[in-house]
Each structure stands twice: as C-alpha cells, then as structure tokens.
C-alpha cells in the first residue's frame, strides 16, 4: 500500500528565512555587479598622460613644444602637479633648471610676464654667464658708461622686468637677456653696452 507525502504547509518563520536569502543573495549579486564595473574602468584611471622634458632647459628659459615630451605613466597622487600636454607648458618660463626626463609641472613652470603698456623690449647682454634671474624678476641695469662725466657707476634701467632668456644656444647668445623698460632707457642701454658691460643689481624691497 502506497503512502502520499503531502509538503508541510510553509509557517511563517520559514517564510521569512526565505526572504531574507532572497535578499541577501540580491544584495551580494548587485555588488558583484558593481564590483566587476570598478575592475574594469580602474586600469583607465590609474594611468595618466603627463610631460617630461626632452632635454636640459635653463632656469629662465622659454618652454617650447620642442623641448617636451610625453608619456603615459601609472597615476600616481605625486603627479597631481604634473602638466599633462605640450600646449600646457609651451610657452612657459622655467622656474628652475629642469634636466632631461624631469617631469614638468605646474611649480616649475611659470606663465610668461606682461610688459606694462607703452614699454619697450630689449635683448641686453648683461656681465656674466648665468645671472640667477627669472622671467618676471625686477632688477636695475647699471653700467659704468652713460653716466656723463662721472666715472663711476650709475643707473640706466630702474625697474627692468625680466621676460626670459634668449634661447640661443651657442655664443655670446647663452647671456642675452630681454627686459621691458621705457623707451629712454632703452636708449640709454643700446648705447651703453657696446662699451662696457651692463650689469644687473636686484632691488632690495
């Protein structure tokens, strides 16, 4: 003689139990879900493009498209700083002297100084090969020619604004300098430095 199992009737707890598997296994399917979509776009967002310098560039010179590079590295949070195109350094002044391979970033190039209005820019060839000065310093140009009949030295250009260095390479070229300054002075330079030296004396503020 056959016997019939008839399912137990569900109760309530075990109803219960069930919804909260339910639930449970949603929640664990909805972070493996959420899970699989960061893995795939975390790669992406750990690499990043930054600049490098393609080869030695002076303090105070002019950043050209020519003289950077770049290169896609591991992100990284030290390289927040770091410019990320050519077009976003060119035109820049270095700050420092940045060697080939240095990454160029946004404290070692600085924007370019805006001449006052009405002032004139010259190429000054001032004594010495390397000045410590900078694109948008303020320094007197002094010589020890165009002070009338005096011998001593005097002041042509009070409150030259550096612009940057020339970006020859060979020659007298390395230590031309250009500075904005009224025209008077600029005459009083053009004059000056076919017979002596000029010199530049930082003022002391």
Do not use: N, W, Y
């Amino acid at each position: 003689m056959s016997r019939t199992v008839r399912a137990r009737p569900s109760t309530l707890s075990s109803r219960r139990r069930a919804s909260t598997v339910r639930r449970v296994l949603c929640a664990c399917l909805a972070g493996l879900a959420v899970f699989t979509a960061l893995d795939a776009a975390i790669p992406h967002s750990r690499s990043r493009q930054i600049v490098l310098a393609r080869h030695r560039i002076a303090r105070g010179q002019i950043i050209r498209a020519r003289d950077l590079e770049v290169r896609t590295l591991a992100g990284d949070p030290a390289l927040t700083c770091a410019l990320s195109s050519e077009t976003q350094a060119a035109g820049l002044i270095a700050q420092i002297t940045i060697t080939k391979g240095d990454i160029v970033t946004a404290t070692v190039a600085g924007r370019a100084p805006v001449p006052e209005r009405g002032s004139t820019v010259l190429e000054v060839r001032l004594a010495g090969p390397d000045h410590g000065i900078v694109a948008g310093d303020k320094v007197d140009l002094v010589s020890t020619t165009g002070c009338g009949e005096s011998h001593t030295t005097c002041t042509l250009a009070r409150d030259a604004l550096a612009m940057g260095r020339s970006s020859g390479g060979d020659g007298e070229s390395r230590f031309l300098t250009r500075f904005a300054m009224s025209a008077q002075s600029a005459a009083a330079i053009l004059d000056a430095q076919r017979t002596a030296p000029i010199m530049a004396v930082s003022r002391v503020r």
